[in-house]
T-cell receptor, first 112, second 114 residues
Framework: GENVEQHPSTLSVQEGDSAVIKCTYSDSASNYFPWYKQELGKRPQLIIDIRSNVGEKKDQRIAVTLNKTAKHFSLHITETQPEDSAVYFCAAVNTGFQKLVFGTGTRLLVSP | EAGVTQSPTHLIKTRGQQATLRCSPISGHTSVYWYQQALGLGLQFLLWYDEGEERNRGNFPPRFSGRQFPNYSSELNVNALELEDSALYLC?????????????FGPGTRLLVL
């Protein structure tokens, strides 16, 4: 089955810096890769996603890149703000089976 | 448009009891998913229902079960509760297999087993 590894587990940056979170997956049949942000005590919120026919996607300060050959994908946050502080989860999905396989999460702390 | 809703928000049970958790998907969504988020751990897939049928199941014992109703709402039942079942149970919904994969999460039910 699918296995997703996520690094780092914690990431501390200064406001205005960039943050990068990396994930690798094992199942080459996975074709959909969402990223979720979970603030303390709240539900996971989808922040960006990418499909296997796309190499990069950007939405304002957030971008995701996908390397299908190497089976890894990354989340990039530029100009970080304190409100970006949260736990970020990557996930991989084989849309034939629909279950999200999550990475173990990255706790991002942005200091003012 | 209302998001995914779950009830109750909190549930306290003792070992050996049964727990029932409920989920209402976003209007128009036919697929419902259940995930377990234990403290300090990530999200683990439990079950996927679509059009009233169980489509996929994670690596959980049979005492975790559920169903989906004709209105697409869903129930998760956990029998013979164990202490390690204490966790946040999250429900998510999507438009349905083959249409749109994006899953939207509810606020969760926090289950505490004493």
């Amino acid at each position: 089955g699918e296995n997703v590894e996520q690094h780092p587990s914690t990431l501390s940056v200064q406001e205005g810096d960039s943050a990068v979170i990396k994930c690798t997956y094992s199942d080459s049949a996975s074709n959909y890769f969402p990223w979720y942000k979970q603030e303390l005590g709240k539900r996971p919120q989808l922040i960006i996603d990418i499909r296997s026919n796309v190499g990069e996607k950007k939405d304002q300060r957030i971008a995701v890149t996908l390397n299908k050959t190497a089976k890894h994908f990354s989340l990039h946050i530029t100009e970080t703000q304190p409100e970006d502080s949260a736990v970020y989860f990557c996930a991989a999905v084989n849309t034939g089976f629909q279950k999200l396989v999550f990475g173990t999460g990255t706790r991002l702390l942005v200091s003012p | 448009e209302a998001g995914v809703t779950q009830s109750p928000t909190h549930l306290i049970k003792t070992r050996g009891q049964q727990a029932t958790l409920r989920c209402s998907p976003i209007s128009g969504h036919t697929s419902v998913y259940w995930y377990q988020q234990a403290l300090g751990l990530g999200l683990q897939f439990l079950l996927w229902y679509d059009e009233g049928e169980e489509r996929n199941r994670g690596n959980f014992p049979p005492r975790f079960s559920g169903r989906q109703f004709p209105n697409y709402s869903s129930e998760l039942n956990v029998n013979a509760l164990e202490l390690e079942d204490s966790a946040l149970y999250l429900c998510a919904s999507s438009l349905g297999s083959g249409e749109e994969e994006t899953q939207y999460f509810g606020p969760g039910t926090r289950l505490l087993v004493l």
